[in-house]
């Protein structure tokens, strides 16, 4: 499956188009498409201190987006564009019509990212030796 992902970055450079493309859109994307109302957004799991949403999105892409890219340099480039990519997304909130800056979202996005670095650390100490 690693291989599959490093293989095909297209990808993660496709979820990374309709990321953008759903917070950008002024509304709800998926609420217009599932409900027919783009001021209604579907809730996957109840909201804790952070937004759900948010962290199981940022999970995903930061999750493909690792497993896409290897070398240790193209590493950090990736975190610092998933930090980069939470933190001004939710700043174009602030101007976005139907749309606001909510700092559990903004949160809900860093723990995700930050969640995938952390079992990438892990995996990369305890995983099955390589052969």
């Not at 297209?10 to 027919?36: D, E």
């Not at 001021?39 to 952070?50: A, E, N, S, V, Y």
């Not at 019509?97 to 909510?102: H, I, T, V, W």
Request: proline share 3%; net charge positive.
């Amino acid at each position: 499956m690693i291989k599959f992902f490093s293989n095909y970055r297209i990808i993660f450079y496709s979820l990374n188009i309709f990321l953008i493309t759903v917070y950008l859109f002024p509304g709800s994307l998926v609420g217009l498409f599932i409900y027919g109302n783009k001021k209604m957004q579907p809730q996957i799991t109840p909201d804790f201190i952070i937004s759900s949403n948010h962290f199981y999105v940022f999970i995903l892409i930061s999750a493909i987006g690792f497993l896409s890219f290897k070398n240790q340099n193209q590493f950090k480039n990736l975190i610092i564009y998933l930090v980069l990519l939470s933190l001004i997304l939710e700043i174009f909130h602030l101007f976005i019509p139907e749309r606001s800056f909510q700092l559990s979202d903004l949160f809900g996005n860093f723990l995700g990212v930050i969640v995938v670095i952390f079992v990438r650390k892990l995996i990369n100490k305890y995983g099955v030796s390589k052969k």
